[in-house]
């Protein structure tokens, strides 16, 4: 009997220490799995913020060529308007009499 009880004490300790020992190793996987994450989510937000900066890049660039689209549209509105006042001055005035009439019947009201 006395040695069913001291193999049972052997046991219960020999279990213990297990149970230490597999606690310690669950703790380390559990920091190195945190470590981990802080990694990965470190990479995830430079992955973020490069392709926001790529993206705005992009809007910038589309922007630019799209104001500059604009500007030379304008820039050919004007010499039409300029060539047609050359070509027929008398007309254009009168237009330009008759949208500024306009414009003042309209201010009016």
Known sequence: ????????????????SDLEADIKLLRAD????TEQLQRTGEHG???ARRAASQGAEQLRAKGEET???????????????????????????????GVGFLFALIARR
């Open 1 to 16: 009997m006395a040695n069913a009880a001291t193999a049972k004490a052997g046991n219960e300790m020999r279990s213990v």
């Open 30 to 33: 559990i920091e190195k799995l």
């Open 45 to 47: 937000i430079g992955a």
């Open 67 to 97: 104001v500059e689209s604009l500007r030379q549209n304008a820039r050919d509105i004007e010499a039409q308007i300029t060539e047609n006042v050359r070509e027929k001055p008398i007309s254009s005035l009168a237009i330009a009499a």
